[in-house]
């Protein structure tokens, strides 16, 4: 991949042959294109090919979150690139039995300089519901008080993640969330984030635990 830096090519897009003019974040990119495959494909790059597509499945609720609160660009590599670099790394393949297996206290949502969430406790104390505690770490401070929760849970049996902003201010302490029908007999994996008011910093996100849905 090259750079181009005041280039014939400045404001252009496309390709010609196997070169690819590309702008990403405001930096124009050469790049060649890849080979069409001939070949099929091996079950070890299957099995790649399926955990970057689960990856994908995972982050579509929190793309637009993590694009804004997934750390900072650095370079090329947008928060959205940190954000799926992060769930590859946590969805691990066993290349002798061809399974992906995600390791949720691994997975994160979201990252910034934000004062984190110390979970207190998961529960599902009524049916078709789960209740996340945390401990009002605030200090007093009016802002801090104000920061609002933010929630991300997923089946274990499904890949497609459910992320809910702005559920509940950090003095509260806790926070019932309510489930569709269909999520009875599940277990779930839960994360909790904050992010301030004005929507302009989060926290890192902290997995809270899983806990089975009555």
């Excluded at 091996?42 to 929190?62: A, E």
């Excluded at 995600?102 to 078709?128: C, M, N, R, W």
């Excluded at 489930?179 to 926290?203: C, M, Y």
Aim: glycine letters at 8%; a positive charge; charged letters at 20%.
């Amino acid at each position: 991949m090259g750079k181009l830096n005041d280039s014939l090519l400045s404001g252009s897009y496309g390709r010609t042959g196997r070169l690819v003019v590309a702008n990403v974040a405001g930096t124009e990119i050469l790049r060649i294109r890849p080979k069409k495959r001939t070949t099929a494909s091996t079950p070890n790059q299957m099995i790649v090919q399926q955990r970057m597509k689960l990856c994908y499945d995972f982050i579509s609720s929190y793309k637009a979150f993590a694009k804004k609160h997934f750390g900072v660009k650095v370079g090329m590599r947008s928060c959205y690139n940190l954000a799926i670099t992060n769930l590859l790394n946590a969805f691990k393949i066993d290349f002798a039995t061809l399974q992906i297996t995600p390791d949720y206290q691994e997975i994160f949502f979201a990252k910034g300089g934000l004062l984190a969430p110390v979970i207190t406790g998961l529960a599902a104390p009524a049916p078709g519901s789960f209740q996340i505690q945390w401990y009002n770490n605030s200090g007093s401070h009016p802002d801090r008080e104000t920061d609002l929760a933010q929630v991300l849970y997923v089946a274990e049996d499904n890949v497609r993640s459910v992320f809910i902003e702005n559920m509940a201010p950090r003095a509260d302490g806790l926070l019932d969330v309510q489930l569709a029908p269909n999520w009875q007999g599940k277990t779930v994996h839960v994360w909790l984030a904050f992010r301030s008011q004005d929507e302009l910093i989060a926290s890192d996100s902290v997995y809270a635990g899983s806990v089975l849905i009555s």
